[in-house]
């Protein structure tokens, strides 16, 4: 029996000793002393939709936190834990919704932070301490990450925002995106502090813009406005911004402006008509009309077809007469026509020692957004009686040639003037 009792005590000495024994081993955790871990992001929210700020009377806002833990190398640690706290200044201030997690295999921990409600946390400018709510996490005594933000007591300090909406420049060709206007917006609370990570939506009524975009760090967001080729894009396009905090219903909206012009070119010709039958001039009544062709060309001279054009016509920017079709589509050659009839009373006609102003008709041709593509201008008189009789003088040059089977030839020149020269 007393033999039995020995052998049991040497068996837990044994078991005992390595326990007892000195180990030269170090814990596994000391090669966490080259981890970092740092803040990925800190974001307040409202039902998991980014704000600009934190604020005690919107229960529904809390701050979305995230963090990091790296090795040396910069590759992620996972299975480490993490514990948070919350303090302005000395004093504990807020909650979390979970006070420790373990890193995920990304190494990435999450956390809601609640504020703790009274006057909030916000920072004095010049004080030599950060008044606002300081977040600390923690792996270790030497390794943390902290994240600073503002606390506000109220919606009402920081809203409503203000939108400020540029364009640069403010006019673009209708080149298919060729050319582009760059979009800035910028979006500052009541404080004039920039808004950052909150979406903000974006439409035009013409051309392309991004439909909406996320404010960076500074409160800004830069995009680019183009025309996507199509007719209907010409003209003025206006781009609108609006911003629409989850916690109530207030919308803000700002637009800016960007012409869209038309990098066409319109030939005009006029033929004055009696009866099908080309003449002169333009007469006041219907016995004579004219018929407006213009030809549309791009900027490389070829022809545009299944463009819309419309057609105005006036004295010296008062309109006078009109056309069988003021507009019309261009057909594969670029080809429109319209049928033009004066206005009546007194006609139409230039005064020549006047140099600056045009007395006469100017028809134009214009896009359907209203910008001028060409035009051509001429006389309507009040009477035939004006310009006829007519007068011809016809010349041979020379007036002698040779019998020889057309091998000396005369040029015969006619020339036809109106009754006015």
């Given at each position: 029996m007393k033999n039995l009792w020995k052998l049991i005590n040497v068996i837990i000495i044994v078991a005992l000793l390595p326990q007892l024994s000195c180990d030269d081993r170090e814990p596994e955790d000391t090669a966490d002393d080259s981890y970092t871990l740092s803040l990925v992001f800190a974001n307040p929210v409202f039902n998991s939709v980014i704000v600009g700020e934190d604020v005690v009377d919107q229960p529904d806002i809390k701050t979305h936190l995230q963090f990091k833990l790296q090795d040396e190398t910069s590759k992620p640690v996972s299975g480490k834990l993490i514990s948070f706290s919350a303090k302005q200044l000395s004093s504990s201030y807020g909650s979390f919704d979970i006070n420790s997690?373990?890193?995920?295999?990304?190494?990435?921990?999450?956390?809601?932070?609640?504020?703790?409600?009274?006057?909030?946390?916000?920072?004095?400018?010049?004080?030599?301490?950060?008044?606002?709510?300081?977040?600390?996490?923690?792996?270790?005594?030497?390794?943390?990450?902290?994240?600073?933000?503002?606390?506000?007591?109220?919606?009402?300090?920081?809203?409503?925002?203000?939108?400020?909406?540029?364009?640069?420049?403010?006019?673009?060709?209708?080149?298919?995106?060729?050319?582009?206007?760059?979009?800035?917006?910028?979006?500052?609370?009541?404080?004039?502090?920039g808004v950052k990570s909150v979406n903000v939506d974006f439409s035009s009524d013409k051309g392309f813009i991004e439909p909406n975009d996320t404010t960076n760090h500074t409160g800004n967001?830069?995009?680019?406005?183009?025309?996507?080729?199509?007719?209907?894009?010409?003209?003025?396009?206006?781009?609108q911004a609006s911003y629409t905090h989850p916690s109530g219903d207030s919308t803000l909206i700002k637009t800016v402006t960007v012409q869209i012009g038309v990098d066409y070119n319109v030939t005009m010709s006029a033929y004055h008509l009696s009866s099908g039958v080309v003449v002169g001039e333009d007469l006041v009544g219907d016995a004579v009309v004219t018929q407006i062709e213009g030809r549309l060309t791009d900027?490389?001279?070829?022809?545009?077809?299944?463009?819309?054009?419309?057609?105005?016509?006036?004295?010296?920017?008062?309109?006078?007469?009109?056309?069988s079709n003021d507009s019309a589509l261009t057909n594969n050659e670029g080809v429109v026509s319209t049928i033009y009839s004066d206005g009546g009373e007194n006609g139409a006609v230039d005064i020549l020692i006047t140099t600056w102003t045009f007395e006469g008709v100017t028809i134009e041709a214009k896009t359907v957004g209203g910008e001028s593509l060409g035009q051509v201008q001429f006389n309507v008189y009040p009477s035939l009686d004006v310009v006829w009789p007519y007068t011809l003088i016809l010349n041979a040059d020379p007036d002698v040639i040779m019998l020889d089977n057309g091998q000396t030839t005369s040029e015969i020149s006619l020339q036809v003037s109106n009754l006015l020269g």
């Open positions: 997690i373990v890193t995920n295999e990304d190494g990435i921990v999450e956390v809601y932070y609640i504020d703790g409600g009274e006057t909030g946390a916000v920072d004095i400018p010049g004080t030599p301490e950060f008044d606002g709510v300081t977040i600390t996490a923690k792996y270790s005594e030497s390794i943390k990450a902290t994240a600073q933000f503002n606390v506000y007591a109220s919606l009402d300090d920081v809203w409503p925002y203000t939108l400020i909406l540029n364009a640069a420049p403010d006019e673009i060709s209708l080149d298919n995106g060729q050319t582009t206007s760059g979009i800035s917006l910028q979006l500052r609370n009541r404080l004039n502090n967001i830069d995009l680019v406005f183009s025309d996507q080729g199509q007719p209907e894009d010409a003209g003025l396009a206006t781009i900027g490389a001279g070829n022809p545009v077809a299944d463009e819309w054009i419309y057609f105005t016509s006036h004295i010296d920017n008062v309109s006078y007469g009109t056309f």
